[in-house]
């Protein structure tokens, strides 16, 4: 019994110097109105932005892209490519049919095309044509998209037109330009609507930019 005692006597005293602290009236900080207590876990988990988060996969292969694609904003062969989720997406595409792949070809030149005179059409910059299986594309706001595709059973071709020698290349030396301008090759594109995929693996379709043609134009200098 003396244990009770004592401790009933040291409860007791501490609720005395607590009483007597606030004599004034006003309750306690750590007493809520109503006379209740709430036991509240501590532990705070860290506040996470999921809009500024990028999946791993994500992070691989778009940091993989070759410069030269990163210049064309476009890419047939990239490392990495998660040919698994996009085989599900094209299966699930030609199950529902809410999608429709487009698919250029490079048609053949005509037979006066072939046989005519060269001097007819000089083209004043060099260029190569062909049809593209994209992988990776970039749209109008620079942002990359996986492409769905297949290299061996290709579902979305393109065709394009794209500089030789690079950007800035120079032209045709039978141009001359007047004196204070210089002419150069200059990449164009336009805008083609591709399958892709989003970041959270979502079937989606918007435009995309694609190289279309190679331009000879001016600048002052």
């Known amino acids: 019994m003396a244990w009770k005692y004592i401790f009933w006597f040291s409860l007791m005293t501490s609720y005395k110097a607590e009483e007597t602290e606030w004599r004034s009236g006003d309750l306690p900080p750590n007493i809520p109105p109503d006379g209740t207590y709430k036991i509240l876990n501590r532990f705070v988990k860290p506040f996470i932005n999921r809009r500024d988060l990028t999946s791993r996969s994500d992070i691989d292969i778009f940091s993989q892209i070759p ?14 490519y998660p040919a698994d989720i ?6 699930q595409i030609e199950h529902e049919n809410k999608f429709k792949f487009n698919k250029d070809v490079l048609e053949p030149p005509q037979l006066a095309e072939r046989i005519g005179p060269e001097e007819e059409s000089i083209d004043l910059c060099s260029s190569m044509e ?3 299986i994209p992988k990776v594309a970039q749209d109008v706001n620079k942002d990359w998209f996986l492409i769905v595709n297949d290299k061996q059973k290709p579902r979305q071709t393109f065709r394009v037109e794209i500089c030789r020698g690079g950007e800035n290349a120079s032209c045709s030396s039978i141009v001359f330009f007047q004196k204070g301008y210089k002419g150069s090759c200059v990449q164009k594109y ?7 995929l989003n970041d959270k693996n979502e079937i989606i379709e918007r435009p995309f ?7 000879c134009v001016a600048k002052a200098v």
């Open 130 to 132: 062909r049809i593209f």
């Open 67 to 80: 410069e030269d694609c990163k210049t064309l904003g476009i890419c047939e062969d990239i490392p990495n």
């Open 86 to 91: 996009v085989s599900s997406a094209i299966h």
């Open 209 to 215: 930019q694609v190289p279309s043609c190679c331009s």
């Open 190 to 196: 336009v805008l083609r609507n591709m399958i892709a």
